[in-house]
């Protein structure tokens, strides 16, 4: 539980593949560069941040991670945190709460906590990091369309109508590099993977810049340069009373960070059909941030973007990911006064890219056509973030999730018929159990039993996992699923998906309570499956699945 996989994946590790991670380990590197200082700026800190972060707490969350892929640095959802604790802190109490951050994040994956944060409810996630997007979308207007202003507000509304103050004072050479930057972020990767579309938009936008002397901010004008070296590591002074005035800060950072790494590394699992181990990602999310804080980086943590992009390009060992950051600092070293040239609308462009990518609109809209309750704590917990704080959207987001969750639990005690059909199945030799029905071959058979939420969800998850052979049609009885949530909906589209790559037929059984068919149907997963293969009966279930194979024999033989 305890063992980073580096020491795992090194045991019959050949040449081939440390090429292949070589390859891969470069291009996130290059990818991670304009990112890690676009990052930075944006929480309100030096670029060099951004670097120092990216190299160091990169090469330890590879090094020492419970994840194969996972590739870790500063990324947006700190953003907004991140800006907050500056404005209200200082540097250095940003320093003193990342460091505690770590601390808390070792513990929790001391104590073995890595697996509850995938009880956090699906539609909070979303809403919080579709809030995080805005946010950070907002706060780039300035830079994006040049805008003539000394001081921005950090209120939303508030920033909204100093912009529109500011219309007038617009420089239109920001704005052309800014919207070319993202059209070619948006449009590179239809020309090739290989090369990001955010490093050529740098390359030609700062040679345009250099040549034509585009009278544009750059990151030299605004913050005087980028160092080409480390610095010295130096610890913060920390006292009772500063521990105290830090300790909420630390702690959103830290559940923060758990989220995004373990949401990264859960979704890595998916693309190379491998598991991770959650609390040995935690321990070292928790030494990252440590040692980040100890070389004045900022919070960080596994980042999806780039860990997708480890994978597409070969990368399947945490050497990969200690490459890139090895990358990164090569990169600093001989490299890293040029980037000083970088005009800040080519980052602000690049940041509009990412909260597009972030904003998970798609979800978004889609749980607000589900359940009231989920797409309750979605509005709450996306507004909250918007409007007052990352840190109580969070908490009020779990308190309702919390409510609403108990809520359907009291509604479903009381639903008495159910419990007569449990009861009948228990004293009349139980004629609805599975082991009554005579199953042909090349047919698994799960049943679902209560309601279908974020925790039962991921367990039908994992179990869904353990089929050793795989079969040509699965049953999911649903007869005892009287509820269903977002999470669950979400689960069932994963399972589906994984299913139909595999070449299984699936049929969803005994789906008869009309509150889970109607979310079914809105989510299309009804679609999804085939309207043939949602039955209301068991026995048609098997009929199904019986004609399914025939016709899989008859295809065979032909």
């Keep these: 539980m305890f063992t980073p996989k580096l020491l795992e994946t090194l045991k019959g590790y050949t040449r081939k593949q440390f090429v292949k991670d070589l390859l891969a380990g470069v291009i996130v590197g290059i990818v991670a560069l304009p990112l890690a200082i676009a990052f930075a700026i944006a929480s309100g800190v030096p670029p060099e941040r951004g670097l120092y972060t990216a190299v ?120 052309a590099v800014a919207a070319f930057t993202t059209g070619a972020v948006f449009l590179w990767p239809k020309v090739t993977h290989k090369i990001p579309g955010s490093l050529i938009a740098i390359i030609l936008t700062t040679l345009a810049t250099v040549i ?113 950051a090895l990358t990164l600092l090569l990169i600093m070293l001989f490299v890293g006064k040029w980037a000083a040239l970088i005009p800040m609308a080519t980052l602000a462009g690049i940041l509009v890219v990412v909260t597009y990518n972030m904003s998970e609109w798609e979800n978004f809209v889609a749980i607000i056509k589900g359940p009231r309750g989920d797409a309750a704590v979605l509005v709450v917990t996306f507004l909250l973030t918007v409007m007052v704080d990352l840190t109580v959207a969070i908490e009020i987001g779990m308190i309702l999730s919390v409510f609403l969750f108990m809520r359907k639990m009291a509604l479903f005690s009381n639903v008495s018929i159910i419990t007569r059909q449990f009861d009948s199945d228990k004293t009349n030799g139980a004629p609805l159990a599975i082991s009554n029905f005579a199953i042909p071959e090349g047919v698994e058979v799960f049943e679902i039993t209560g309601p279908f939420f974020f925790g039962a969800a991921y367990k039908f998850k994992d179990a869904s996992k353990i089929i050793e052979n795989r079969p040509q049609v699965l049953i999911i009885r649903m007869r005892e699923v009287p509820v269903i949530d977002a999470t669950g909906i979400q689960v069932l589209k994963d399972v589906i998906r994984d299913m139909q790559h595999r070449g299984t037929k699936l049929i969803l059984s005994e789906v008869t309570t009309k509150e889970v068919y109607e979310e079914l149907r809105k989510a299309r997963l009804l679609f999804g499956v085939g309207k043939a293969n949602v039955v209301d009966t068991f026995i048609k279930a098997i009929a199904r699945s019986e004609t399914i194979l025939a016709d899989r024999r008859g295809k065979h033989i032909m």
């Design 56 to 175: 160091i707490a990169g090469f330890i969350i590879s090094a020492f991670g419970g994840s194969r892929v996972q590739i870790g640095g500063p990324t947006g959802a700190f953003i907004v945190i991140v800006y907050g604790i500056i404005q209200q802190y200082g540097l250095n109490g940003l320093i003193i709460a990342t460091l505690m951050a770590g601390v808390i994040l070792i513990i929790m994956g001391i104590a073995r906590l890595g697996s509850l944060i995938k009880f956090i409810p699906y539609s909070l996630i979303v809403g919080f990091t579709s809030g995080i997007a805005l946010v950070i979308f907002s706060s780039q207007m300035k830079d994006f369309f040049g805008l003539a202003i000394v001081n921005v507000p950090a209120g939303f509304i508030e920033k909204w109508i100093v912009y529109g103050h500011h219309i007038p004072s617009v420089n239109y050479y920001a704005l």
């Design 212 to 324: 034509f002397h585009l009278p544009v901010d750059t990151i030299g004008s605004r913050f005087g340069g980028v160092p080409d070296s480390l610095p010295y590591p130096s610890l913060p002074h920390l006292d009772v009373g500063t521990i105290r005035l830090l300790i909420q800060p630390a702690f959103t950072i830290a559940l923060l960070g758990s989220i995004e790494s373990l949401l990264s590394a859960v979704v890595a699992d998916g693309m190379i059909g491998g598991k991770h181990k959650s609390n040995m990602e935690l321990i070292a999310q928790g030494a990252a941030n440590i040692f980040s804080s100890i070389f004045g980086g900022i919070p960080a943590t596994g980042a999806i973007a780039r860990t997708a992009t480890n994978i597409r390009n070969g990368g399947r060992t945490p050497v990969a990911g200690m490459i890139h």
